[in-house]
């Protein structure tokens, strides 16, 4: 059966219907698991917050180190592709903010190294 025919049949549909459903459920019960850990441990909601201020703090640095004005947006519309200063300064937040985790990730990993290595 063609890909096209067998993406409209009712089996297909239902075991997506399926599919969707046991996604939920899974989601569902791995937020209320997650957030009956997180309140019923104080110590553990004071790092949540933490960790949630700090990406806060990383996404709107990534937004303000973002620049819109760079020249793409004519270099895009140069293509056929439309976009505008907003659109380009939101994938510069991205981009930023992506960088910025990967140093804050790879400094974490080395200053667990060096706090181990130093205990011994």
Do not use: C, H, Q
Request: without cysteine.
């Amino acid at each position: 059966m063609p890909a096209s025919e067998a993406i409209d049949s009712g089996a297909m549909n239902g075991m997506f219907i399926i599919m969707y459903l046991l996604l939920g459920i899974a989601v569902l019960f791995s937020l209320v698991f997650a957030l009956k850990n997180l309140f019923t441990n104080p110590e553990s909601l004071k790092k949540t917050l933490f960790v949630v201020i700090g990406f806060l703090v990383v996404v709107g640095l990534s937004y303000v180190l973002s620049d819109g004005a760079d020249g793409t947006v004519e270099e895009m519309a140069g293509r056929g592709v439309a976009t505008t200063e907003s659109t380009v300064k939101n994938i510069g937040a991205g981009l930023n903010m992506f960088f910025l985790l990967v140093i804050i990730a790879i400094l974490a990993m080395l200053w667990g190294g060096i706090k181990k290595m130093s205990n011994k």
